[in-house]
């Protein structure tokens, strides 16, 4: 983590000052530092943020107007389900956690499980470390309306490189287990490594895919007749080799990222847009559009 534990204890501090939360975590490029983003001669600073998770938002509101929170059990759905990837996606990268929801571990594997995966369903045959940081940092970007506009396109690479500490001991172990050997991955030398890219390893990752992301995949690759649309292993392995026989698999996942990513992103454009309120919120999106001007 690259803030050191004086500011991490003033973040938590902000637990104090609010209605009490389940969940609570700061992120952005306050929190992760992204290099060369901001000068020392410059006047923008870091973007620092927080996501809050209650039990009774509208309660919580009620209470409180000046954050925005979220549902624990939409928290949750996102992080298994990958309904939305506005939470879940953040949480796939390195974020300093503020208070930890007791009934969230699990989701939270199977979420870093499947940005693993993703990743590698993204990646070339051969690979390094650094690649794959990258690409489990951009996973959530496909298909977000703000990159290009008012997101730096440079974002995922400063991340990955701000980060690289935090993703290694969110993903490394998992170069090894379960996943890895469905990709039959192995170390070739150093952090370069190499993965089987035939259609049983292809089918085998793609079957643990979030369920809300096989659904979208279902819809692509099936009559809606035929469409399967259940849970089930045996669904996930139908599906999977469906989108694996056409050919064009790695079209086709991120066709189906952006199709969960892009609605998301364009409520948290608007929201954020208006939610600031007037003149703050044009500075700010100026300043965004700005940032993505200079990474060209």
Not at 59 to 79: C, F, N, P, R, S
Not at 95 to 109: E, H, I, N, Q
Not at 156 to 174: C, E, F, H, P, V
Not at 259 to 285: D, E, H, K, N, T
Request: charged letters at 20%.
């Amino acid at each position: 983590m690259s803030v050191g534990p004086d500011i991490a204890k003033q973040l938590r501090g902000v637990l104090e000052d609010i209605p009490h939360v389940q969940h609570a975590f700061a992120y952005g490029s306050g929190v992760i530092v992204q290099p060369d983003l901001y000068h020392h001669s410059s006047t923008n600073k870091p973007m620092l943020d927080f996501i809050f998770a209650v039990d009774d938002p509208i309660e919580w509101h009620a209470q409180m107007i000046k954050y925005g929170v979220i549902g624990t059990q939409l928290l949750y759905d996102d992080l298994q389900h990958w309904d939305s990837l506005y939470i879940a996606g953040r949480m796939q990268k390195p974020v300093l956690m503020l208070k930890d929801y007791a009934k969230l571990p699990l989701a939270r594997k199977n979420n870093l499980d499947a940005a693993f995966t993703m990743a590698l369903l993204l990646l070339p045959e051969c690979f390094s470390l650094q690649d794959l940081y990258i690409k489990i940092c951009g996973v959530s970007y496909i298909g977000d309306v703000r990159m290009g506009f008012a997101e730096d396109s440079r974002k995922t690479d400063r991340i990955a490189k701000g980060s690289a500490a935090g993703l290694a001991q969110m993903y490394n172990k998992r170069l090894q287990g379960p996943l890895a050997d469905r990709a039959k991955l192995h170390c070739r030398s150093g952090d370069a490594f190499k993965q089987d890219m035939g259609m049983e390893s292809r089918v085998d990752l793609i079957s643990t895919l979030p369920h809300g992301l096989l659904q979208r995949l279902a819809s692509a690759t099936q009559p809606f007749s035929f469409r399967v649309v259940s849970d089930s292993p045996a669904a996930a392995r139908h599906i999977a080799e469906a989108t694996v026989n056409t050919g064009t698999h790695q079209q086709l996942l991120r066709a189906a990222v952006a199709a969960i990513v892009r609605p998301s992103s364009r409520r948290q454009a608007w929201a954020g847009l208006f939610m600031a309120g007037g003149w703050r919120s044009a500075s700010y999106l100026f300043q965004k559009v700005r940032k993505a001007y200079r990474s060209q």
